[in-house]
Structures are given as structure tokens and as C-alpha cells.
């Protein structure tokens, strides 16, 4: 039986633990949506980061739909009641103008672009074409039509006429869009999934590039768990709706990849800092982790992680199954020891009372930060050297490295990170500019910061040294 069938999601909502969480998202859908209209889309609020630069307006609107959508569906797994609303804000997301994003849809000038799929137009098709499949003929004829008609529009026959983005890319995008493209077509079209199954196997593979073979992941813990999250719901689904287990999860890089968040685990809910993974506290979904541990059974160790029923992304229908066959676990915390990632130069050490790491690598990474021998100290849950993580995502965030790297972002440029200036110069971003590992052990990481700098500087070896804990 499919694990995320009507019936057994029904079956679910009836026990203990299913009542529990479907009593909490009854209780955020009352505060926040019932019996409140659902706002259209604002035009001005659209247009603004064509004029501003500014995301957040339209997007909190955009979310805020989808978070009403996250709810309804699993309210009307349990409840027949919510089905009016679930249509309901079915219709007003296919209503939509377009379900990309005006930062991705970016030309010059007020003009957005169509001809691609986003990872979010990929996420809209997938939730719609979910929500179908799950509920079936709960859901009237017109609104099955209508999504079916929509998904085709906006994203299936966008993505058979042409090539979009993340068809190449080695980020997050690879895998979040074949995911939503590729379970689109599984739940609506599945007579046409075997044309374009290759097309969609690839671009997992275009993910894989962007991980080292010992599975360091360079976009950091949040992008690892949006990335690799889809990456597992796609497969899951795939393997229990066609049977078949394919070649890629049986790769070594993608069971290093598993051992990620417990590598990068520095102390009670501190990760890695570096590039734009440097949040105070990361914050795991349920839905992502108990994908991957639906997928990968005990090669994957649940990693710590809370209920959060505001994320505009989570998936209820995983959630809920994973509740009723996970739900009680004890989560692995951190291992002690040394952790080193060869090809991007990563170094991780944890003792009973502390966490150090420190990057040399390059700074010609995804979500890069110009941050080439930086470090970090964990203890008792909180950094003890500063790092501010990813900044606000702006149109000079992404696309204009003269004010991502400079002072009006700030976060990105080497004078936010434990990096030397040189004489009142920073470091610099893109290749050639890295730093060099001289010598690695299970205490000590040496390395040389000179070729990070416009001109090499002299006399930047830089050695880190962790001791053994000492009672104070």
C-alpha cells in the first residue's frame, strides 16, 4: 500500500498520536484562516523587487497560501468537512498568474519570464498533483480538472518545451525541481513519465556533482535538508509506486551524504556556520527527515528535530505517517571526534564540552561566503565567534557580486568572518581564490590563507589546534 494513501492517512488520523497532531493543526488553521477570505495575489506587491529589490512582500503572501494549503490537506484526511476549503484554495492557486517567483523570473524591467520551472512553480505542481492523487474523488471533478489542466500549463508542457536552470545546476534546484516536475508527472501523467524519466534522473545526478564524495554538502545544513529532502521524496515515491529501487541509492557518496547532519552537528542544535548555513539554531522537518528515514531505514540516523507546523514547506501527509511509524525515537546528537572532508577541506572536532571546526577550501562554492580559514567554537549551545549566516535574499544578493561581497551585504564578505584582512584588503570571491590544507590530523589542521587574497599575501600559514577538555 502506497504509505501516503487516503486510507492509510485516515487510518493514522484516528489513532493517539494522529488525533494529537491533527487537533494542533485544527487549532493553527482557526487562529489563522477560518472563516477568512483568501486575498488575491497583489500586483504591486509583485513588480516591487523589479523596482526595489525587495522579496519578502510578495513572497509572505505566495507562502502564506501554501501554508493555508498545508493544512487544509491534512484536515481533509481526517475530516470531510475541510474538503470546501481545501477546493477552495486549490482554485485560487491555480488561479494564480504565474507560480514562479518574480526574484527567479527576473528580466529587465517589469517583465517575468515563463518559459522556465522554478523551484517553486516544481513545488506548487507537486503539492496540487499530491493532494489529487491522495484525496482522489473527495475532491470534485471541476477541481481535479483544474489542477490537472494547470499543472499541465504551468509547469508539465513549460518543462517538455524547453530547458530550465536547474536541469544543469550541481545545488538545491537540481533536485527540489525534477522532484516537483518529476512526482507531477507520476501522480497526473504518469503515461508520460517514461519520455522524460532520463531527463529527470539526470538532474539528480547534476545534484550529486555539487556534494563531495565523502558528502560534505557546501550550501550548508539548510540547504542539505531542502536539496537532499526532495532528492528522498522523489525516490520515495518513485520506488513505491513503480517498485523499483534504482542504481542511485545505492551509492556510496549518497550514504556519506546520510552522515552530513551528525557530522555537522556541533553541539545542541548548532551545525556548521560556513557559507550561508551559518543560522544561531537549524531548524529540522519532520516531513524531510522521515522521508529519509522512510527511504533509508536504518543506514539514516533521525537527527534532532521539533514539530513546526509554520513552515510554508512542510508536507503534512509525510508528517503524519511519519508520527505514527517514528514518532517515538531517540535522536542521535553528536559524536565525539575528528571529522575531516578531504576535497573541501573541512576540519570537525567535538569533545565533551566543546565543538571546533574550521574551512580552508575556496570560496567558489554555491551559497558562497568569502570566509576561507574561518573557524568556530561550540560551547554550551552557542558560538563563541560570530558568524551571521545567510543575509536577507535580495536582487543584489544573487545577482551582483559588487554588493554581495561588499559592505552593503555584509554577511557574505570575508570582513563579517574570523579571516584576516590583509593591509585593508579582504578576501576575494569566485576562482581562483582558495586557501590550502599543508597538513591534517586528528588534533591540528594547518593551512595556508594566501591564495584567497587579490594578491598572495606572505606569511599566512595558519594552524588550529584542539586540545582535550579540561576541568576548569
Known sequence: MFDYSYENLNRISKTEKGKQFIEKAKKQYQELYEGKPIYALEYSQFKRFYIDGDRSS????????????????????????????????????????????????????????????????????????????????????????????????????????????????????????????????????????????????????????????????????????????????????????????????????????????????????????????????????????????????????????????????????????????????????????TVYYQEREVFIHKENNYAFAAKCGTNYEMHNHNDVGSFQIVKNGKRLIADLGAGEYTKGYFRDPKERFGETVFVCGSMSHSVPIVEGRYQKEWKPYCGKVLSQDEREIVMDLAGAYEENAQGMLVKYRTEEDRVL
Open 58 to 337: 510578495f513572497q509572505s503572501q505566495y507562502f502564506d497560501r501554501r501554508k493555508r494549503l498545508m493544512l487544509l490537506q491534512i484536515l481533509s484526511v481526517s475530516d470531510d468537512s475541510y474538503l470546501e476549503d481545501l477546493e477552495n484554495i486549490l482554485s485560487a492557486i491555480c488561479d494564480e498568474f504565474m507560480w514562479i517567483l518574480p526574484a527567479h523570473a527576473f528580466e529587465d524591467g517589469v517583465v517575468a519570464k515563463h518559459d522556465f520551472v522554478d523551484l517553486y512553480s516544481a513545488e506548487t505542481a507537486f503539492y496540487l498533483s499530491e493532494t489529487v492523487y491522495v484525496l482522489g474523488d473527495k475532491l470534485t471533478a471541476d477541481i481535479r480538472n483544474k489542477i490537472r489542466l494547470s499543472v499541465k500549463m504551468k509547469v508539465i508542457d513549460v518543462f517538455e518545451n524547453g530547458k530550465s536552470y536547474f536541469e544543469e545546476t550541481h545545488s538545491n534546484w537540481a533536485a527540489v525541481c525534477s522532484c516537483g516536475v518529476g512526482l507531477a508527472y507520476l501522480y497526473l501523467f504518469p503515461e508520460r513519465f517514461a519520455a522524460v524519466k532520463d531527463r529527470l534522473f539526470s538532474c539528480m545526478e547534476h545534484y550529486l556533482l555539487g556534494i563531495s564524495e565523502d558528502g560534505y554538502c557546501e550550501e550548508g545544513m539548510n540547504y542539505w535538508q531542502y536539496g537532499f529532502g526532495f532528492f528522498a521524496i522523489f525516490f520515495d515515491v518513485y520506488t513505491q509506486l513503480t517498485g523499483e529501487r534504482p542504481e542511485i541509492l545505492t551509492r556510496q557518496k549518497v550514504y556519506n551524504l546520510l552522515k552530513y547532519p551528525t557530522n555537522a552537528h556541533m553541539e545542541n542544535g548548532v551545525y556548521l556556520p560556513f557559507a550561508d548555513g551559518g543560522a544561531s539554531k537549524f531548524a529540522s522537518y519532520p516531513e524531510m527527515v522521515y522521508t529519509i528515514k522512510n527511504l533509508f531505514g536504518d543506514a539514516f540516523d533521525l537527527i534532532p528535530m521539533k514539530l513546526n507546523l509554520h513552515h510554508v514547506r512542510a508536507l503534512m501527509f509525510r508528517t503524519l505517517y511519519g508520527l505514527d511509524k517514528y514518532g517515538d525515537y531517540e535522536a542521535q546528537g553528536f559524536v565525539n571526534g
